[in-house]
């Protein structure tokens, strides 16, 4: 994806599953790209980090949530942690406690923020995306 597509919003972090800077979106569910082999996602959707707004088009609501509320710093994690925060709103809807939030991001490493200001946004993202097209 980040060599031929040059879809470079996807990291490379660990390349071993464990930090979360990989997640895309397969059928609308966050995977670790790292360890999803190609013969896996054939005849799959795959959805970026790209995806999510269209070109030109406003951010998703969850990007918008992480700039509003300072939730990156240098941002190596930020699109793991969005497309795993979509796919946790997903499943667990839009009123989400700072608990279910921080047990569901422990997939996902941070180097830069303490995690208060991601916890944070994904709390606002979830709230916002139930007002939006975008959900
Ligand atoms: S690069 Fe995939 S989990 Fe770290
Ligand atoms: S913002 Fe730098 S690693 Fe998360």
């Keep these: 994806m980040r060599e031929n597509l040059r879809l470079t919003g996807t990291h ?3 390349d071993t599953s464990q930090c979360g800077a990989c997640v895309v979106h397969l059928d609308g569910k966050a995977v670790k790209s790292c ?3 190609a ?3 054939d005849g799959h959707e795959v959805k970026t980090i790209e995806g999510l707004a269209a070109d030109g088009a406003p951010l998703h609501p ?3 949530a992480f700039r509003e509320h300072h939730g990156l710093q240098c941002g190596f994690c930020t699109p ?3 497309m795993t925060a ?3 709103v997903h ?3 839009h009123e989400l406690s700072d608990e279910v939030i921080r047990e569901e991001l422990e997939g996902n490493l941070c180097r830069c923020t303490g995690y208060q200001n991601i916890v944070a946004s994904i709390a606002a993202g979830a709230k916002a995306m139930a007002k939006s097209d975008l959900a």
């Design 12 to 14: 490379v972090g660990c």
């Design 35 to 37: 360890t999803t082999l």
């Design 39 to 41: 013969v896996m996602a």
């Design 62 to 64: 969850m990007q918008e």
């Design 80 to 82: 793991g942690m969005i």
């Design 86 to 88: 979509v796919d946790l």
């Design 91 to 93: 499943r667990k809807g």
